[in-house]
């Protein structure tokens, strides 16, 4: 979708400007069909995001098990001055999946002299809770708001602020829920984004024992499974689904091969179910495949970097080293 197509919205208290690409609108379940239809079957993650899924990615956020959140952010505000130095003064932010993260307030209260802000995500209401809240704690600073589907290499709308340099700030992991190659045009994308002289701050999750990654997915309270099935609860809202969310159960485990975390909803039993008409069969113990959450080693990271363009510069550890924050740089 190009920017013409835009729809562009003042809020009531013009704090920060709201553009909406609306990136699921109309065909988001026409894909996820296509890919039940595939053997294996197949759902991107993207699709977990509606307002109900945020929610329940926000709540994972706090779980006991699910370390990424609280190791990455304790990490960020650790190495918060040593971060804010090595990023340097008078720089431009655009964070691409920030949810309603509040990582960003801890990066913003580092940098000297920030001149603007664009988050940009796919769920609209965790979003523009999150422009709300930085527009709110730094006025002054120009504070955009993009709904979209990154992983679509969007043409970004210009920046306000006037910016020595760009830095992309990707915090999460998000990059391991893409496949390797993917994840190489994602950060290529980056840098062009970026531009010269620009900087990627990316968090990234570090390979480490099965036992705590597998935790970290399936959780003892069950609302990863939430999450997962949130899939099929979501077609059954928007889509006239008639999915029995108790006839799928949620797996998740480490592949030692590719060193990814595997999520998939498996079917209980033999059955049928639709999607707007449309018939899907499972078989006993068939899995819809709808995530991969990749672990890299910090060298195995810099080199997937590398072939996009970006050298590493300094990389942060947690004490317990659960996870990385990298900071790269463009190469000239
Ligand atoms: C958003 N992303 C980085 C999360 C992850 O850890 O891969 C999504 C998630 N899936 C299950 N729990 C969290």
Known sequence: ??????????????????????????????????????????????????????????????????????????LLQAKGPEIGEALGSDCELVEFGCGNSAKILDLLSVLERPRGYLAIDISREPLLELCAKVAATHPGLPVQGLRADFSQFLKLPRLKGRAERKVIF??????????????????????????????????????????LLEAAYDDAQGVTAMFNKNLLARLNRECGGDFNLDAFRHRAFYNEGPGRIEMHLESLRSQEAHVFGEKLTFEAGETIHTENSYKYRIQQFQDLAAKAGWQPERVWLDDARLFSVHLLRGEA
């Open 1 to 74: 979708m190009t920017l013409h197509q835009v729809s562009r919205s003042h809020r009531p208290r013009p704090d920060f400007e709201y553009i909406d690409l609306n990136p699921t609108e109309g065909v988001w379940w026409q894909e996820a069909l296509s890919g039940m239809q595939l053997r294996p079957k197949r759902v991107a993650p993207k699709f977990f995001y509606d307002q109900a899924g945020s929610w329940l990615f926000e709540r994972i956020t706090q779980l006991p098990e699910y370390y990424l959140t609280r190791a990455e952010t304790a």
């Open 170 to 211: 990707f915090p999460g992991s998000s990059i391991g829920n893409f496949d390797p190659p993917e994840a190489v045009d994602f950060l290529s994308h980056a840098r062009e984004t970026a531009g010269p002289g620009g900087s990627l701050l990316i968090g990234v999750d570090l390979k480490k024992d099965r036992e």
